[in-house]
């Protein structure tokens, strides 16, 4: 099979990575990040998608709500002055086109997947293969974050009953250096002191 060489195969995984946010508990790249990777209009791949809207569910694709925009537009992520054009504002010269005037759309891996049959761009499907390769490396470093989270429980545990059996011997040193009963009457005679 005949390889695709496009300039994007050289892709780093470092600016898909900085795409990737999670909203409503799912991975997810926004449309305009997809956009500026495949090197098309936002535009164009908003209709591409409209027009294969049965193609994209909700588990593959939502619309973001206005609250969800403002708060991720205002997160500590996203720092640039992205926004939402008003109805009632006009915006200045040569800033046309810039802001888009829609909420935009997040894609889940498998809406992602599906994007590469409905944009057919080589370039679209190359970008794509690479966004597959960073969620499968993103899946394994979680699997392996597991496993190093499992062995941090387990060494944690080990150290508690390490402390508590410490505690004890530190316990019984202590009340054999000390009475367990202070201000005790001595047992025995005394032998009045004459003055």
Known sequence: MKELKTEVSGLPEEQVFKCIVIIRGQKVLF??????????????????????????????????TEREWLKFRNS????????????FVTLKNGNRGQH?????????????????????????VSV???????????????????????KIETIEAAQIENNNQIGHIYQILKELIEPAIK?????????????
């Open 128 to 150: 794509n293969i690479q966004i597959m390769r960073v969620f499968v490396k993103m899946r394994q470093m979680i699997a392996n974050y597991s496993e190093l989270l499992e």
């Open 31 to 64: 449309d305009f990040d997809l956009a500026e990777l495949y090197c098309i209009e936002v535009k164009v791949l908003k209709q591409a998608v409209r027009r294969n809207l049965v193609r994209f569910p909700k588990d593959f694709m939502f619309e973001l």
């Open 76 to 87: 500590a992520i996203y720092k640039e002055e992205n926004s939402l054009r008003s109805q």
């Open 100 to 124: 888009s005037k829609y909420k935009p759309f997040a894609f889940t891996e498998q809406g992602v997947a599906m994007l590469s049959s409905v944009i057919n761009n080589p370039i679209a």
């Open 183 to 195: 201000n005790r009457r001595p047992v025995g005679f005394r032998i009045p002191v004459e003055k």
